[in-house]
């Protein structure tokens, strides 16, 4: 078997990465938006339109992009970053920097 891939083969990864770059900047750094009011819904479908499944749901496993799309959307973070690039309280309620390599 040859370790040549095809031209349709390389068209389809290129449109996935292109695809998937596009997203990527219409999603943008992590910024954090407002969270919808009420209480929360138990059951529904979420769709998450992605490059590929998921590999698992746990976020410390997390290294393909595609688990991390669904992570976004399922999980929340610690803290995020705002649009002039601060951390922005998420989980975390408050921080400080005991010295330049420390968070806590």
């Known amino acids: 078997m040859s ?5 349709r083969q390389w068209l389809n990864r ?3 990465f ?4 596009g997203l990527g900047a219409l999603v943008g750094p992590g910024v954090r938006t407002a969270a919808a009011q009420g209480q ?3 059951g529904g479908v979420m769709r998450v339109a ?15 992009y595609s688990s991390l799309q669904v992570y976004q959307n399922v ?9 002039s690039g601060q ?15 420390t968070w806590l």
């Open 3 to 7: 370790d040549r891939i095809t031209r």
């Open 14 to 16: 290129a449109g996935g």
């Open 18 to 21: 292109a695809a998937g770059a």
């Open 40 to 42: 929360p819904k138990r």
């Open 50 to 64: 992605t490059v590929d499944k998921p590999v698992n749901m746990d976020p410390g496993y997390a290294q393909l």
């Open 75 to 83: 999980y929340n973070k610690m803290v995020y970053v705002d649009e």
């Open 87 to 101: 951390f922005a309280p998420g989980l975390a309620k408050s921080w400080k920097q005991e010295s330049d390599k």
